[in-house]
Nanobody, 129 residues
């Protein structure tokens, strides 16, 4: 089992920045892909960033490319999402997730919630105009 706990959400004005953190514990060596997802009221959960933890390769949804950065600190077993130039449409609950190491994710599957089996409880991000 892998436990994930997010933190760092809050309220900011458009153009501002936030850094989300996700502390992982448990059998973290059993996961290879980790990702950040978000879900706004009335909308489906969508992937915004993913990282292949063994090599550090990163992937981004078009909607956040150039504004968000996913990173990891292996020593702390912590995943981060640095969010800059925030927009009101970034308002959502943000979730950290991990996929098991037997899953080989390619292309769009890296952003599919169905590929991830470990989830945190989420942290709210609100961006005002």
């Amino acid at each position: 089992q892998v436990q994930l706990v997010e933190s760092g959400g809050g309220s900011v004005q458009a153009g501002g920045s936030l850094r989300l953190s996700c502390a992982a514990s448990g059998y973290t060596s059993t996961t290879y892909y980790m990702g950040w997802f978000r879900q706004a009221p009335g909308k489906e959960r969508e992937g915004v960033a993913a990282i292949y933890t063994p090599g550090g390769s990163t992937y981004y949804a078009d909607s956040v490319k150039g504004r968000f950065t996913i990173s990891q600190d292996n020593a702390k077993n912590t995943l981060y999402l640095q969010m800059n130039s925030l927009k009101p449409e970034d308002t959502a609950m943000y979730y950290c997730a991990a996929a098991p190491n037997w899953k080989h994710l390619y292309g769009g599957s890296r952003f599919s919630p169905h590929e991830y089996i470990y989830w945190g409880h989420g942290t709210q991000v609100t961006v005002s105009s």
